[in-house]
């Protein structure tokens, strides 16, 4: 099974920050990478996929790069809003399998 | 819009069985990848099943196989998850969510919670 870690666990930023949010597949899994936020209490919402396609009607403030095995998520100035958790996750294989996840906070 | 909305958790005692419902609204389901993730408390996503449009193929993730069944009513617009032989392990928020050829999950459904506790 693909194992996918993320980096950090945990951020602490300001508004305005650019941040930078790291995923590592344990194979290759090409650009099959897709982003997601998630507010306390809500649904997952989908920021990016295909590693670097912007979701329909998400804000080009954030970004997504990387394949085979990197992946990084970037917000370029982070907005009140956008404090949540994010995950990534693989759809290479059958299993879908997400990161632990990364906790945004003030 | 899209919009799939959850339906059927509750307090079940451990060992006991549960039936998930996913609505569908404002898209046919009939085309799409369906698929349920949970959440467990205080913990992240970790997806456990899938099902393709003609229901031809279908995953489990290993700690629900052989205890969860997923289906599927495209005329119904709606998706379903048979959960039987319940642990405490399984209470969670469960989502529906439908996925594209390259996998991409969206929409999301608001959830459900299940929580297995004698």
């Known amino acids: 099974d693909i194992q996918m870690t993320q980096s950090p666990s945990s951020l602490s930023a300001s508004v305005g920050d650019r941040v930078t949010i790291s995923c590592r597949a344990s194979q290759s899994i090409s650009s099959y990478l897709n982003w997601y936020q998630q507010k306390s209490g809500k649904a997952p919402k989908l920021l990016i996929y295909?590693?670097?396609s912007l979701q329909s009607g998400v804000p080009s403030r954030f970004s997504g790069s990387g394949s085979g095995t990197d992946f990084t998520l970037t917000i370029s100035s982070l907005q009140p809003e956008d404090f949540a958790a994010y995950y990534c996750q693989e759809s290479y294989s059958s299993r879908y399998t997400f990161g632990q996840g990364t906790k945004l906070e003030i | 819009e899209m919009q799939l909305v959850e339906s059927g958790g509750g307090l079940v005692q451990p060992g006991g069985s549960l039936r998930l419902s996913c609505a569908a609204s404002g898209f046919s389901i009939s085309t799409y990848t369906m698929n349920w993730v949970r959440q467990a408390p205080g913990k992240g996503l970790e997806w456990i099943s899938y099902i393709t449009s003609g229901s031809s193929t279908i995953y489990y993730e290993d700690s629900v196989k052989g205890r969860f069944t997923i289906s599927r009513d495209n005329a119904k617009n709606s998706l379903y998850l048979q959960m039987n032989s319940l642990r405490a392990e399984d209470t969670a928020v469960y989502y529906c969510?439908?996925?594209?050829?390259?996998?991409?999950?969206?929409?999301w459904g608001q959830g459900t919670l299940v929580t297995v506790s004698s």
């Open positions: 969510s439908s996925s594209s050829g390259i996998g991409r999950f969206d929409p």
């Open positions: 295909a590693a670097s």
